[in-house]
Protein backbone atom coordinates (compact mmCIF):
# COMPACT_ATOMS: atom_id res chain seq x y z
CA UNK A 1 0.00 0.00 0.00
CA UNK A 2 2.52 2.67 0.81
CA UNK A 3 3.85 2.05 -2.94
CA UNK A 4 0.79 3.41 -3.73
CA UNK A 5 0.42 6.95 -1.57
CA UNK A 6 2.17 8.95 -4.37
CA UNK A 7 -0.98 9.13 -5.58
CA UNK A 8 -2.31 11.23 -2.82
CA UNK A 9 -1.66 14.88 -3.24
CA UNK A 10 -0.14 16.82 -0.92
CA UNK A 11 -3.41 19.30 0.03
CA UNK A 12 -5.87 19.39 2.76
CA UNK A 13 -9.36 19.17 2.93
CA UNK A 14 -11.29 21.93 4.70
CA UNK A 15 -14.16 21.28 6.87
CA UNK A 16 -16.56 23.37 9.16
CA UNK A 17 -18.52 22.80 12.06
CA UNK A 18 -22.07 21.63 12.16
CA UNK A 19 -24.97 20.36 14.50
CA UNK A 20 -26.14 16.83 14.16
CA UNK A 21 -28.60 14.62 15.47
CA UNK A 22 -28.37 10.32 15.45
CA UNK A 23 -31.58 8.60 15.61
CA UNK A 24 -32.57 5.35 15.39
CA UNK A 25 -35.16 4.16 12.66
CA UNK A 26 -37.45 0.88 12.52
CA UNK A 27 -40.21 -0.74 10.60
CA UNK A 28 -41.91 -4.06 10.22
CA UNK A 29 -40.20 -5.12 7.43
CA UNK A 30 -37.20 -3.93 5.14
CA UNK A 31 -38.53 -2.86 2.41
CA UNK A 32 -40.25 -0.02 4.09
CA UNK A 33 -37.40 0.49 6.57
CA UNK A 34 -35.65 1.13 3.40
CA UNK A 35 -37.44 3.29 1.80
CA UNK A 36 -37.96 5.07 4.90
CA UNK A 37 -34.30 5.38 5.16
CA UNK A 38 -33.56 6.33 2.03
CA UNK A 39 -36.24 9.03 1.66
CA UNK A 40 -35.39 10.90 4.47
CA UNK A 41 -31.76 11.03 3.68
CA UNK A 42 -31.68 11.86 0.21
CA UNK A 43 -31.27 14.98 -0.31
CA UNK A 44 -28.30 17.06 0.58
CA UNK A 45 -28.75 20.62 1.09
CA UNK A 46 -26.74 22.09 3.57
CA UNK A 47 -25.37 24.30 1.02
CA UNK A 48 -28.74 25.79 0.74
CA UNK A 49 -29.40 26.63 3.81
CA UNK A 50 -31.50 23.29 4.98
CA UNK A 51 -30.24 19.65 6.63
CA UNK A 52 -29.05 16.91 5.11
CA UNK A 53 -28.41 13.00 6.03
CA UNK A 54 -27.36 10.06 5.40
CA UNK A 55 -27.74 6.42 6.42
CA UNK A 56 -24.74 5.08 9.07
CA UNK A 57 -25.46 1.96 8.83
CA UNK A 58 -28.18 -1.01 9.44
CA UNK A 59 -29.07 -2.82 12.61
CA UNK A 60 -30.59 -6.21 13.18
CA UNK A 61 -33.63 -6.92 15.36
CA UNK A 62 -31.19 -7.47 18.42
CA UNK A 63 -30.21 -3.93 17.79
CA UNK A 64 -33.00 -1.80 18.19
CA UNK A 65 -35.76 -0.15 21.25
CA UNK A 66 -38.78 -2.36 19.55
CA UNK A 67 -36.58 -5.40 18.42
CA UNK A 68 -37.37 -5.04 14.77
CA UNK A 69 -34.56 -3.62 12.13
CA UNK A 70 -33.98 -1.15 12.12
CA UNK A 71 -31.39 2.11 10.83
CA UNK A 72 -28.87 4.40 12.18
CA UNK A 73 -29.61 8.02 10.41
CA UNK A 74 -27.82 11.31 11.34
CA UNK A 75 -29.26 14.60 9.94
CA UNK A 76 -26.75 17.77 10.08
CA UNK A 77 -27.36 21.36 10.05
CA UNK A 78 -25.04 24.12 9.55
CA UNK A 79 -24.70 26.60 12.57
CA UNK A 80 -24.49 30.21 12.23
CA UNK A 81 -22.07 32.29 13.83
CA UNK A 82 -23.25 35.68 14.11
CA UNK A 83 -26.23 34.21 16.17
CA UNK A 84 -26.69 32.61 19.16
CA UNK A 85 -26.44 29.07 19.37
CA UNK A 86 -29.90 28.55 20.53
CA UNK A 87 -30.93 29.67 16.91
CA UNK A 88 -29.53 27.17 14.92
CA UNK A 89 -30.97 24.84 17.21
CA UNK A 90 -34.42 25.80 16.80
CA UNK A 91 -34.10 26.10 12.62
CA UNK A 92 -32.24 22.62 12.80
CA UNK A 93 -35.54 21.14 14.55
CA UNK A 94 -37.59 22.68 12.31
CA UNK A 95 -36.20 21.34 9.22
CA UNK A 96 -35.73 17.94 11.37
CA UNK A 97 -39.36 18.08 11.75
CA UNK A 98 -39.92 18.07 7.91
CA UNK A 99 -38.05 14.95 6.95
CA UNK A 100 -39.32 13.27 9.62
CA UNK A 101 -43.36 13.93 9.05
CA UNK A 102 -43.05 13.77 5.30
CA UNK A 103 -40.43 10.81 5.18
CA UNK A 104 -40.68 8.83 7.71
CA UNK A 105 -44.35 9.16 9.63
CA UNK A 106 -46.29 8.37 6.61
CA UNK A 107 -44.83 4.90 6.42
CA UNK A 108 -46.76 2.20 7.84
CA UNK A 109 -45.38 0.94 11.42
CA UNK A 110 -42.34 3.05 11.30
CA UNK A 111 -40.77 4.45 14.92
CA UNK A 112 -37.90 7.01 15.80
CA UNK A 113 -36.07 7.05 19.05
CA UNK A 114 -33.16 8.73 19.80
CA UNK A 115 -29.90 7.12 19.45
CA UNK A 116 -26.59 10.16 20.42
CA UNK A 117 -24.77 8.95 23.25
CA UNK A 118 -23.28 12.38 25.41
CA UNK A 119 -25.83 14.95 24.12
CA UNK A 120 -25.37 18.49 23.97
CA UNK A 121 -29.14 19.32 24.29
CA UNK A 122 -32.36 17.42 23.55
CA UNK A 123 -34.80 18.69 21.64
CA UNK A 124 -38.94 18.31 22.27
CA UNK A 125 -40.41 15.90 19.03
CA UNK A 126 -43.80 17.40 20.99
CA UNK A 127 -44.37 20.72 19.22
CA UNK A 128 -43.25 19.56 15.61
CA UNK A 129 -43.69 16.37 15.07
CA UNK A 130 -46.22 14.83 18.53
CA UNK A 131 -48.52 18.04 17.68
CA UNK A 132 -49.43 15.79 13.90
CA UNK A 133 -51.71 14.39 15.75
CA UNK A 134 -54.18 17.54 16.22
CA UNK A 135 -54.15 17.64 19.79
CA UNK A 136 -54.88 13.56 19.93
CA UNK A 137 -51.51 12.45 20.59
CA UNK A 138 -50.57 11.08 24.07
CA UNK A 139 -47.51 10.40 26.04
CA UNK A 140 -46.28 7.14 27.24
CA UNK A 141 -43.32 4.66 28.32
CA UNK A 142 -42.71 2.19 25.68
CA UNK A 143 -39.50 0.11 25.48
CA UNK A 144 -38.00 1.90 28.46
CA UNK A 145 -38.30 5.12 26.68
CA UNK A 146 -40.66 8.23 26.75
CA UNK A 147 -42.27 8.16 23.80
CA UNK A 148 -44.94 10.34 22.00
CA UNK A 149 -48.07 8.15 20.15
CA UNK A 150 -49.47 9.92 17.32
CA UNK A 151 -52.79 8.69 16.01
CA UNK A 152 -52.78 7.93 12.38
CA UNK A 153 -54.89 6.15 9.96
CA UNK A 154 -52.69 3.35 9.82
CA UNK A 155 -52.22 2.88 13.56
CA UNK A 156 -49.93 4.39 14.83
CA UNK A 157 -46.52 6.73 14.54
CA UNK A 158 -43.75 6.20 17.47
CA UNK A 159 -40.98 8.58 18.13
CA UNK A 160 -39.06 9.25 21.47
CA UNK A 161 -40.05 12.52 22.85
CA UNK A 162 -36.50 14.15 23.57
CA UNK A 163 -33.94 13.62 20.39
CA UNK A 164 -30.09 14.63 20.97
CA UNK A 165 -27.99 17.14 19.14
CA UNK A 166 -24.10 17.77 19.35
CA UNK A 167 -21.18 19.61 17.32
CA UNK A 168 -19.70 17.71 14.86
CA UNK A 169 -17.37 17.94 12.17
CA UNK A 170 -18.91 18.49 8.19
CA UNK A 171 -17.85 18.97 4.84
CA UNK A 172 -14.44 16.78 4.99
CA UNK A 173 -13.93 15.58 1.50
CA UNK A 174 -11.54 13.57 -1.17
CA UNK A 175 -11.75 14.10 -4.57
CA UNK A 176 -10.93 11.13 -7.30
CA UNK A 177 -9.10 12.28 -10.26
CA UNK A 178 -9.74 9.28 -12.77
CA UNK A 179 -8.94 8.77 -16.42
CA UNK A 180 -12.04 6.52 -17.41
CA UNK A 181 -15.87 5.83 -16.06
CA UNK A 182 -15.63 2.84 -15.25
CA UNK A 183 -12.50 4.09 -12.68
CA UNK A 184 -15.80 6.64 -11.44
CA UNK A 185 -17.58 3.79 -10.70
CA UNK A 186 -14.97 1.59 -8.86
CA UNK A 187 -13.02 3.78 -7.02
CA UNK A 188 -16.63 4.86 -6.03
CA UNK A 189 -18.08 1.79 -4.83
CA UNK A 190 -14.86 1.21 -2.95
CA UNK A 191 -14.42 4.18 -1.04
CA UNK A 192 -18.34 3.73 0.06
CA UNK A 193 -17.72 0.47 1.50
CA UNK A 194 -14.40 1.41 3.22
CA UNK A 195 -16.11 4.35 4.72
CA UNK A 196 -19.33 2.53 5.72
CA UNK A 197 -17.08 0.42 8.41
CA UNK A 198 -16.58 3.38 10.07
CA UNK A 199 -18.76 3.92 13.18
CA UNK A 200 -20.38 7.26 13.43
CA UNK A 201 -19.84 8.65 9.69
CA UNK A 202 -21.54 9.51 6.91
CA UNK A 203 -20.98 10.49 3.32
CA UNK A 204 -24.32 12.66 2.09
CA UNK A 205 -23.94 12.62 -1.06
CA UNK A 206 -22.42 8.90 -1.45
CA UNK A 207 -20.24 9.86 -5.04
CA UNK A 208 -20.49 13.27 -6.21
CA UNK A 209 -20.46 14.46 -9.52
CA UNK A 210 -20.87 18.38 -8.97
CA UNK A 211 -18.21 19.70 -6.97
CA UNK A 212 -18.56 23.28 -6.08
CA UNK A 213 -16.86 26.33 -4.61
CA UNK A 214 -17.88 29.54 -2.25
CA UNK A 215 -17.41 31.89 -4.82
CA UNK A 216 -20.80 32.31 -7.60
CA UNK A 217 -21.87 34.61 -9.58
CA UNK A 218 -25.68 34.02 -8.78
CA UNK A 219 -25.63 33.67 -5.14
CA UNK A 220 -29.59 33.10 -4.99
CA UNK A 221 -28.81 29.56 -6.06
CA UNK A 222 -25.75 28.48 -3.71
CA UNK A 223 -22.93 27.45 -4.41
CA UNK A 224 -22.46 27.01 -8.61
CA UNK A 225 -19.40 24.28 -10.10
CA UNK A 226 -15.94 24.75 -9.09
CA UNK A 227 -15.30 25.23 -12.88
CA UNK A 228 -10.98 25.09 -12.91
CA UNK A 229 -12.12 21.38 -12.06
CA UNK A 230 -14.76 20.41 -14.69
CA UNK A 231 -13.32 18.28 -17.41
CA UNK A 232 -15.44 19.62 -19.78
CA UNK A 233 -13.97 23.65 -19.08
CA UNK A 234 -10.44 22.57 -19.54
CA UNK A 235 -10.00 23.73 -23.30
CA UNK A 236 -12.23 26.78 -22.71
CA UNK A 237 -10.32 27.95 -19.54
CA UNK A 238 -6.49 26.96 -20.77
CA UNK A 239 -3.62 28.02 -18.29
CA UNK A 240 -6.79 28.49 -15.63
CA UNK A 241 -7.58 24.85 -16.13
CA UNK A 242 -6.82 22.85 -13.21
CA UNK A 243 -7.41 19.52 -14.58
CA UNK A 244 -4.28 17.33 -15.31
CA UNK A 245 -4.21 16.03 -18.83
CA UNK A 246 -5.72 12.41 -19.47
CA UNK A 247 -8.03 12.94 -16.51
CA UNK A 248 -11.55 13.01 -17.63
CA UNK A 249 -13.91 12.49 -14.59
CA UNK A 250 -13.23 14.05 -10.95
CA UNK A 251 -15.77 12.86 -8.35
CA UNK A 252 -15.71 13.80 -4.79
CA UNK A 253 -16.47 12.11 -1.46
CA UNK A 254 -17.91 14.34 1.27
CA UNK A 255 -17.70 13.03 4.85
CA UNK A 256 -19.55 13.80 8.00
CA UNK A 257 -18.55 12.75 11.31
CA UNK A 258 -19.95 13.04 14.94
CA UNK A 259 -15.81 13.94 15.62
CA UNK A 260 -12.56 14.79 14.19
CA UNK A 261 -11.08 11.80 15.29
CA UNK A 262 -14.13 9.64 13.08
CA UNK A 263 -13.50 12.12 10.29
CA UNK A 264 -9.85 11.29 9.58
CA UNK A 265 -10.20 7.28 10.47
CA UNK A 266 -13.05 7.84 7.73
CA UNK A 267 -10.73 9.56 5.18
CA UNK A 268 -7.71 7.00 5.52
CA UNK A 269 -10.55 4.49 4.85
CA UNK A 270 -11.63 5.75 1.86
CA UNK A 271 -8.44 7.19 0.40
CA UNK A 272 -6.82 3.68 0.91
CA UNK A 273 -9.47 1.39 -0.72
CA UNK A 274 -8.81 3.78 -4.21
CA UNK A 275 -5.25 3.79 -4.51
CA UNK A 276 -5.27 0.36 -5.83
CA UNK A 277 -8.14 1.28 -8.88
CA UNK A 278 -6.00 1.43 -12.40
CA UNK A 279 -7.30 4.49 -13.70
CA UNK A 280 -7.30 6.62 -10.54
CA UNK A 281 -4.07 8.33 -11.28
CA UNK A 282 -4.23 10.75 -8.15
CA UNK A 283 -6.23 11.40 -5.09
CA UNK A 284 -7.01 15.45 -4.05
CA UNK A 285 -9.17 17.35 -1.74
CA UNK A 286 -11.07 20.50 -2.04
CA UNK A 287 -9.86 23.24 -0.07
CA UNK A 288 -10.78 27.21 -0.43
CA UNK A 289 -7.98 28.89 1.85
CA UNK A 290 -10.44 28.76 4.88
CA UNK A 291 -13.26 30.63 3.12
CA UNK A 292 -15.44 27.23 4.24
CA UNK A 293 -14.72 26.38 7.50
CA UNK A 294 -11.48 26.17 10.32
CA UNK A 295 -10.88 22.59 9.94
CA UNK A 296 -7.44 21.17 8.05
CA UNK A 297 -7.15 17.64 7.53
CA UNK A 298 -3.84 17.52 5.67
CA UNK A 299 -4.21 14.17 3.24
CA UNK A 300 -0.67 12.77 3.41
CA UNK A 301 -0.48 13.18 7.49
CA UNK A 302 -3.33 10.36 7.26
CA UNK A 303 -0.77 7.80 6.13
CA UNK A 304 2.02 8.12 8.77
Excluded at 194 to 210: L, M
Aim: hydrophobic share 40%; glycine share 8%.
Amino acid sequence: MVKKTEKIDDTYAEAFEGIFTRVIVTADDEKTLRNAAEDATATPSIVIGRIEGGIERWLSERETPDKRKGAILQFWGGIDPRKPFSDSVRKFMVELSYRIRQDILVKPFTAVFDALQNAEGKMDMMERVGHCGDGYEWVEKRFKRTVIIVPIMVPDFIIERYIGYAHGVMGANFWMFCKTKEAVKEAGEKALNAISKVEGVITPFDVCSAGSKPETRYPWIGPTTNHPYCPSLRRKLGKKSKVPRGVNYIPEIVINGFSMQAVKKAMKAGIKAVLDVKDVVKVSAGNYGGKLGPYKIYLRELFP
